[in-house]
C-alpha cells in the first residue's frame, strides 16, 4: 500500500543527458552518468511519488537546456530551479517561468574557504533579479554550509522571495545540532524566515543504509516548523562521498523519522505545492 499522500513531490533531483545532445560545462568538478528524463519519472512512479523538482546541477553551469528540456515534456509533473549569472535580464526569468522554473539557485557552497565546486554563481550575480523573482513568485535556494549561514546571514536578511537552505545547510553531523550555524537555521525556519530542504542525509557524512547521525538535524528542523520544510531525493546523487545511496532506502528513512501522517502531508504535498506553483490535486 502506498505511504505517500497524493501529490508527493520530490523537492530536488538531477537531470543528466544524454550527454550527446547536452554536453556538459567547461571546466566541471565532476561528469555524471546520463540519468534522463524517462529514468526519473520511472523512478517517481517506482517510490509513489507523483510530482518532482528539477535543480540544475553544476555540472550543466548556467546552461539549463537539459533541465527545460525535461519540465517541457513532463510539464504536469515537474517544476524547475535555475541558475542564471549577470547577464539575465528581467525577460530572461519571464521567459523561464513559462518553461516551467520557479526559483533560482545560488551557490556559496565552500570547502576551507574554497568555493567547492565549478558552476553555478554567487548571490551576488543575480541580486540585480530580485525584484523580478518576488513579481514572479520564485524562491532563492541557496547551496550553503551552515556553519558560514551566521556570516552569510546580512545578505539574505529581508529578502522579498522565501530562502530554501539545501540539504539541511550541508554540515557534517559531527559538527552537531548545537553548531552556531545550524541554531541559526533553526531560529530562522522556526520564525518562518527561511525553509529548508530534508535532503542529503548521506551529505551530512551519516552512514547508510539508516543515516541516524543525520536523523537529530531532521528532528530539529521538524521541530521547529514542519511547514517550512520540503523533501527531496537528490537523485542520481552526483559526486556522493562514499557510496551511491538509494533514492528507495532514503525514502523509506524520511517516512520512518516522519510517521505522523499530517506531518507527511505538509513536507511532502502542502509546501511543494505553494513554493513550486503546482496545479490544485484532481
Known sequence: MRETPPGATDCHCHIFGPAARFPYAEPRSYTPEDATLEDYLALLDRLGLDRGVVVQPSAYDRDNACTLDALRRAPDRLRG????????????LRALHAGGI???RVNEYRRDGAMAYHGGVRLAQIEHLIPTMAELGWHLQLWIDARDLPDFAPRIAGLPVPVVVDHMGRMHHSHGVNHPGFQMLLR?????????????TY???ATAPDYLEAKPFHDALIAANPQAL??????PHPRPEGGRPDAARLLRVFLDWTPDPALRRAILTDTPARLYDF???P
Open 188 to 200: 530562522e525556519v522556526g520564525e518562518g524566515r527561511w525553509m529548508a530542504k530534508l535532503s542529503g
Open 279 to 281: 496545479p490544485p490535486l
Open 230 to 235: 520540503v523533501w527531496g531525493t537528490d537523485w
Open 102 to 104: 520557479r526559483g533560482l
Open 203 to 205: 551529505r551530512l557524512g
Open 81 to 92: 530551479v535555475a541558475v542564471v549569472g549577470e547577464e539575465a535580464t528581467p525577460a530572461t
